[in-house]
């Protein structure tokens, strides 16, 4: 009942109205032009407002730019996407057991269904998920973007960081510098980590690939280590020059 209750109500889509309302009685000087810088990385510190990344962002919006964070929501559809992946690759197999001989129709339908059950529960999850993101995307005005595509993420970032590879965001850190460029969304894209994240480190090594071949793409690793918050700021300012 809590299920389809929320599928029904309004609650939270009146109250995101009125803060739509609140926010369109501001006052917004359009020919003004603001450098978008998007946000990747670990998955804490892209997230965070503070120490966890030299307070990133108040410093951006001081320097004239316009964050552009991702929401949680692609966090939760990329593990629906990795778990639809995963059983995709595991068809077929089961601990214990082997396949069953050509003869066998019997068994191969059994499998055969019993894969597809566990794909359209998660199809049907996927759907209602972006169904009521939209929801509340509407409500708020449109102003946040749509849900980045899952598998165009996958083909595009899988060249560079295979996308079977768990651990952090996987191969979302390197997809989304590919996504939000060639979709023109962003200016620039900023990666933040805290010392050590050993995926988002791997996912750097990878990116200096990924900036040779596309050429408009500003990408900037930012970590949180000794070297300290003014050396971070520094390096921001050059990057937002460019953009």
């Not at 389809?4 to 009685?25: G, I």
Request: aromatic residues 10%.
């Amino acid at each position: 009942m809590k299920f389809v209750d929320q599928l029904k109500t309004s609650y939270y889509t009146d109250a995101l109205e009125e803060v739509r309302r609140r926010f369109e009685a501001i006052p917004v000087d359009y020919t003004r032009c603001k450098p978008i810088v998007k946000i990747t990385g670990e998955f804490w510190a892209q997230t965070t407002e503070g120490d966890g990344n030299f307070k990133m962002f108040p410093f951006l919006e001081s320097e004239g730019a316009e964050v552009l964070v991702e929401p949680i929501s692609t966090w939760i559809n990329y593990m629906m996407h990795q778990a639809r992946q995963k059983i995709t690759d595991r068809k077929g197999l089961k601990d214990g057991e082997a396949p069953p001989p050509a003869w066998r129709l019997d068994k191969q339908v059994k499998q055969e269904l019993h894969w597809r059950n566990r794909i359209s529960k998660l199809n049907f999850a996927e759907l209602v998920f972006k169904r009521e993101f939209n929801r509340m995307r509407e409500a708020l005005g449109g102003t946040c973007h749509s849900l980045a595509n899952q598998p165009e993420l996958t083909r595009s970032g899988h060249p560079f960081y295979n996308s079977r590879a768990g651990g952090g965001e996987g191969h979302l850190e390197v997809a989304k510098a590919i996504y939000y460029t060639n979709h023109e969304l962003a200016h620039m894209v900023l990666s933040v980590k805290p010392f050590g994240c050993m995926p988002s480190t791997q996912s750097d090594g990878a990116q200096s690939a990924v900036v040779s071949l596309f050429k408009d793409l500003i990408y900037l690793p930012i970590e949180t280590s000794g070297e300290g918050e003014i050396n971070a700021h520094s390096r921001t300012q050059m990057a937002l020059g460019e953009a």
